[in-house]
């Protein structure tokens, strides 16, 4: 499986920007890169995703380098609610399969200050 | 509905006991996981299904048995679990048409064994 490397821990302030950080150098053509988050005590939740292209949402932006070994999930406005950690995944096909897997790296331990 | 159940929230089991976990999805998706989290890492794969066939195990000891009766539902059945079995096991389910196949999570049931 391709990996992804992501800083332990972000601090924000509420109402600020935050830019949470992916490495993935060993990616390959054909992987996504999916962004999930994980509040307390909940399911992870999936916040977005792309291939080559940026892409936003309702829930966040997605930079992706050109030469897709990097990514930069945005969160324009951080809020208390986004205090969560914040997984980088590259979906992987496995085996030929239609639905892939998502194998899960330690993520990225986010606090919003009031 | 997009929302994944799962019951119950909360299991304690002594280690000769025999337990089901339950999920269930209506989102008409044709592949379900099972992920267990241990405290403070993040979610490790242990089964996919895909149209309510066993596609893939990640290696997990044979006192986990998943069964998917349905394309809807899906158990793990536990039996003589060991202390280090408890975590959180989370449910997951993805549509298996084109694109991202975000997975939905459910809210997970926190096991305890004593």
């Known amino acids: 499986d391709a990996k992804t490397t992501q800083p332990n821990s972000m601090e924000s302030n509420e109402e600020e920007p935050v830019h949470l950080p992916c490495n993935h150098s060993?990616?390959?053509?054909?992987?996504?890169i999916h962004w999930y988050r994980q509040l307390p005590s909940q399911g992870p939740e999936y916040v977005i995703h792309?291939?080559?292209s940026n892409v936003n949402n309702r829930m966040a932006s997605l930079a992706i380098a050109e030469d897709r070994k990097s990514s930069t999930l945005i969160l324009h406005r951080a809020t208390l609610r986004d205090a969560a950690v914040y997984y980088c995944i590259l979906r992987d096909l496995e085996g030929g399969t239609s639905y892939g897997k998502l194998t899960f790296g330690q993520g990225t331990i986010l606090t919003v200050h009031p | 509905d997009t929302e994944v159940t799962q019951t119950p929230k909360h299991l304690v089991m002594g280690m000769t006991n025999k337990k089901s976990l339950k999920c269930e999805q209506h989102?008409?998706?044709?592949?379900m996981y099972w992920y267990k989290q241990k405290a403070k890492k993040p979610p490790e794969l242990m089964f996919v299904?895909?149209?309510?066939?066993?596609?893939i195990n990640e290696s997990v000891p044979s006192r986990f048995s998943p069964e998917c009766p349905n394309s809807s539902l899906l158990n793990l059945h536990l039996h003589a679990l060991q202390p280090e079995d408890s975590a959180l096991y989370l449910c997951a389910s993805t549509g298996l048409a084109g694109g991202a196949y975000e997975q939905y999570f459910g809210p997970g049931t926190r096991l305890t064994v004593t």
């Open positions: 792309g291939l080559t």
């Open positions: 989102m008409g998706h044709r592949a």
């Open positions: 299904y895909s149209y309510e066939k066993l596609s």
């Open positions: 060993t990616i390959s053509g054909t992987d996504y």
